[in-house]
């Protein structure tokens, strides 16, 4: 037997759609923000470290946005509510979970070799 959804949550789709792109957008700016004042400050040379404190509200918006967007897509597609949810919400945490990570690992590489070592244009 065939689930349809009676009322599909199209609106917790856009929502989440919306949220993610632009917690993402807030995510940039804070990450330029940081940086800028990093390396204005001269804490390059002098090995002080990046923090990630500021980065934490605009990504829970982007982790928040995520997870509502691809639980409600499942279950437009037919996915029943505890299916999809089941499904949904370990896919998006560990996506989000690895972006985190990857973005510390990002910060630290920075924090060691400095700005000029992620300009990947002067490698060629």
């Keep these: 037997m065939y689930y349809y959804p009676t ?5 917790v789709l856009v929502f ?8 993402g957008a807030a995510l940039a700016g804070t990450l ?13 040379k002098s090995g002080t470290t990046l923090s990630k404190k500021a980065l934490l ?3 829970l918006g982007v982790t928040i946005g995520l997870v ?15 299916l999809a949810l089941a499904i949904g919400l370990p896919i998006a945490l560990l996506t989000c979970l690895l972006m985190w990570v990857q973005l510390g690992s990002m910060m630290t590489f920075v924090e060691t070799r400095g700005m000029s070592s992620l300009d990947l244009d002067s490698m060629s």
Excluded: D
């Excluded at 989440?16 to 792109?21: K, P, R, S, V, Y």
């Design 7 to 11: 009322y599909p949550p199209y609106f």
């Design 68 to 82: 509502s967007f691809l639980v409600s897509g499942l279950e437009i597609f037919g996915f029943p509510p505890s």
């Design 57 to 59: 509200f605009p990504f």
């Design 16 to 23: 989440g759609l919306f949220a993610a792109i632009t917690s």
């Design 32 to 44: 330029k923000t940081v940086v800028t004042k990093w390396q204005s400050s001269g804490a390059e």
